[in-house]
């Protein structure tokens, strides 16, 4: 049979790549909340819901972006060396294309490319320990699976997705809606129910024959109606053993755990999480895939040869820039903010600073730092939360980490104060009355030795009572 020829528009159509773009994604949404919600329409959102659109240099110079009307260069090339687009409307009602740059998730992207780290499972990040925390790949056989996989079939195997919806995070609005969804669905679900009833039943009676030494029954077990409503009041009845059944038919991600204030009460209890990671449990399931195509990689064990000390146990260190320092918010510490390759990292090295010393800048902002305060840090965990967030974990950068590339901790460039002068060996003490700018802020002064010069205990002795009793 022939097929249907195409007309030139509907070829031309097809054959488009700005046809081929993907649909716009949701933005992100906030909670409900009756306080106050402070948001910026032009911040930057924490993942990308537009496709970024780059054209090549011979089309640059003419501005052809491939689109209705070409755009203008002030906006695009003269603006930025790799300039690359997000359209809002191909056709405005001012008969203009609208459009913004997309440099913010595209840089963002280069550079956590440059760290070379593996995507993980979210995990909890113990800042308190020097333990670094166990890295679960999202791309395992057992862990990667959909509703639809093959993978379910193994023992022991995860998904990070379900069918049905998490219904620890929906609304009263939203679980009345999927209530009337779930009662027109009664006569498929009774019948997948009788279904996995039948395969209960086979499956004891030959662990049963098994057990007894007789020959295993070739004919399957039919369920009469009696048995399957006396089935279910037997589980109406006990909500411990209702509550696997129903998480089961309706393929429903787990619940948080239970509080310890219920549990001396009756719930329906859920089954055991069955979620690529704990975290999921408690924040609900992704709404993308966890490693979100921002890497492939499925290890960490990469060997970082320097060119002249040879294989590094760290890469190279990466600077971190304090976004906003410690301080005080309803009489409670805050955490720190800080920047790494773009991604804005929240409690880097909370503990650790206490023993080693704070960096320039953490503790209080000062605006005496040139740039701002920075630091080293060695990334360690990278992994992508339900939201769509990407979470990045880091440690400071060690000395050993640091010596091959010649970097050092950022010092706050100061002049002398009194705290500095406050040694007993400093040797010039700070005038603080003078007023006079010709004349110099420190004189050198003389100390006598006290305990330098004794030789034996009664010139010790001769000295103390010298330095109680002055004349």
Do not use: C
């Not at 409503?229 to 038919?249: C, H, M, Q």
């Not at 704990?278 to 060997?303: D, F, M, N, Q, W």
């Not at 890469?315 to 820039?321: G, M, T, Y």
Request: no cysteine; hydrophobic share 35%; aromatic share 8%.
């Amino acid at each position: 049979m022939a097929s249907a020829r195409l007309s030139p528009t509907a070829n031309l159509l097809r054959n488009s790549r700005l046809f081929a773009l993907p649909k716009t994604l949701k933005g992100p949404q906030t909670q409900a909340s009756s306080r106050t919600v402070s948001e910026s329409d032009s911040a930057t959102l924490p993942h990308p819901i537009r496709a970024a659109i780059a054209t090549p240099s011979s089309s640059l110079a003419r501005g052809d972006w491939g689109l209705k009307r070409p755009l203008p260069a002030k906006s695009t090339s003269e603006k930025s060396s790799r300039p690359v687009v997000r359209v809002h409307a191909l056709d405005t009602y001012e008969h203009v294309t609208d459009f913004e740059s997309a440099a913010d998730h595209t840089m963002t992207l280069e550079k956590f490319q440059e760290l070379h780290m593996p995507m993980s499972l979210p995990s909890k990040v113990n800042y308190s320990t020097t333990i670094v925390p166990r890295h679960s790949s999202p791309f395992e056989t057992d862990l990667d699976n959909t509703e639809n996989s093959e993978g379910l079939r193994e023992p022991g195997a995860k998904q990070f997705r379900h069918t049905g919806p998490w219904l620890a995070g929906q609304t009263e609005s939203e679980f009345l809606a999927y209530l009337k969804k779930v009662a027109v669905q009664k006569p498929e679900l009774l019948q997948k129910l009788r279904e996995q009833l039948t395969v209960k039943r086979n499956a004891e009676l030959r662990k049963q024959a098994q057990d007894n030494g007789e020959d295993i029954a070739a004919e399957a077990v039919t369920i009469s109606d009696a048995e399957f409503e006396s089935y279910i009041k037997t589980l109406r009845n006990d909500p411990f053993a209702l509550g696997p059944v129903v998480f089961e038919l309706l393929d429903l991600a787990s619940p948080p755990a239970v509080p310890s204030e219920r549990v001396g009460r009756k719930y329906f209890q859920p089954p055991p999480t069955n979620l690529s990671s704990p975290e999921y449990a408690v924040s609900g399931p992704p709404k993308t895939h966890p490693s979100a195509g921002l890497s492939y990689t499925r290890s960490h064990a990469l060997i970082y040869n320097h060119p002249k000390f040879g294989p590094q146990t760290h890469q190279r260190p990466v600077e971190a820039r304090i976004l906003r320092p410690k301080g005080k918010f309803k009489g409670r510490m805050s955490r720190a903010t800080a920047g790494i390759g773009g991604i804005a990292v929240e409690d880097l090295n909370a503990m650790s600073f206490v023993a080693s010393g704070a960096p320039p800048g953490l503790t209080y902002f000062d605006a005496t730092i040139k740039g701002g305060g920075k630091y080293w840090v060695t990334p360690i965990r990278a992994a992508m939360d339900n939201q769509g967030r990407l979470n990045l974990a880091s440690f400071r950068a060690s000395a050993t980490a640091k010596a091959p590339y010649g970097l050092e901790d950022h010092k706050k460039e100061s002049t002398l104060t009194i705290s500095d002068v406050a040694d007993f060996n400093a040797q010039s003490v700070p005038q603080m009355d003078r007023r006079s700018f010709g004349q110099p802020r420190f004189t050198p002064r003389e100390r006598k030795p006290l305990w330098g010069a004794a030789k034996d205990k009664e010139e010790v002795a001769r000295s103390l009572l010298n330095t109680l009793n002055p004349r």
